[in-house]
Antibody, heavy 121, light 110 residues
Framework: EVQLVESGGGLVQPGGSLRLSCAAS????????MTWVRQAPGKGLEWVSV???????FYADSVRGRFTVSRDNSKNTLYLEMNSLRAEDTAVYYC???????????????WGQGTMVTVSS | QSVLTQPPSVSAAPGQRVTISCSGS????????VSWYQQLPGTAPKLLIY???KRPSGIPDRFSGSKSGTSATLGITGLQTGDEADYYC???????????FGGGTKLTVL
């Protein structure tokens, strides 16, 4: 079965760090582009980061310089390293697999169940 | 304030047809492909439409997508109570070098 399972969320103090994991099964992370999307409580979807097959990465302005996306091909897992966390980073974080191969056609067909990150003192 | 503009809510009766609009600019919708997602309460988003008008395997043809200029539209026919959800459009923004989503539209099936 093709699926993604996130883990690593939890309660962290402002200024702290957290690493989210996204374990893939049924497909290979290294041969797909992958993304992180978050959703604050009661709010809409907010794109966070994307990691392309060739290793290129892009980030939303709100997290650039604080978050880092990476993958471990041997573990078939995507990661999101989050530093200098702020209250406004509180959200459910989803990882998702890219589908379209068209340039500028970023779309995501397989989503994890999400992991909650709460930044509070 | 989202880069892509969607109506906050739409409603229609069971069996009817509804459309949800998504308005952007030349840096996003105008020169890139649009996707649409359905999010049922308490669940992860689900891809309905990609590359403007393609349906992933398993998505019924009651769902359709179109794009014209800097706007896109999701259409849903034969509305069912199970279609009540939040719907989001998304695309790549060449100026921002990132993916952008609309603010979401809550569909109510009366």
């Amino acid at each position: 079965e093709v699926q993604l399972v996130e883990s690593g969320g939890g309660l962290v103090q402002p200024g702290g760090s957290l690493r989210l994991s996204c374990a893939a099964s049924g497909f290979t992370v290294s041969t797909n582009y992958m993304t992180w999307v978050r959703q604050a409580p009661g709010k809409g979807l907010e794109w966070v980061s994307v990691l392309y097959i060739g290793g290129w990465t892009f980030y939303a302005d709100s997290v650039r310089g604080r978050f880092t996306v990476s993958r471990d091909n041997s573990k078939n897992t995507l990661y999101l390293e989050m530093n200098s966390l702020r209250a406004e980073d509180t959200a459910v974080y989803y990882c998702a697999r890219g589908l379209s191969v068209e340039p500028g056609g970023d779309s995501f067909d397989i989503w994890g169940q999400g992991t909650m990150v709460t930044v509070s003192s | 304030q989202s880069v892509l503009t969607q109506p906050p809510s739409v409603s229609a009766a069971p069996g009817q047809r509804v459309t949800i609009s998504c308005s952007g600019s030349s840096s996003n919708i105008g020169n890139n492909y649009v996707s649409w997602y359905q999010q049922l309460p308490g669940t992860a988003p689900k891809l309905l439409i990609y590359d403007n008008n393609k349906r992933p395997s398993g998505i019924p043809d009651r769902f359709s997508g179109s794009k014209s200029g800097t706007s896109a539209t999701l259409g849903i026919t034969g509305l069912q109570t199970g279609d009540e959800a939040d719907y989001y459009c998304g695309t790549w923004d060449s100026s921002l070098s990132g993916v952008v989503f609309g603010g979401g539209t809550k569909l109510t099936v009366l």
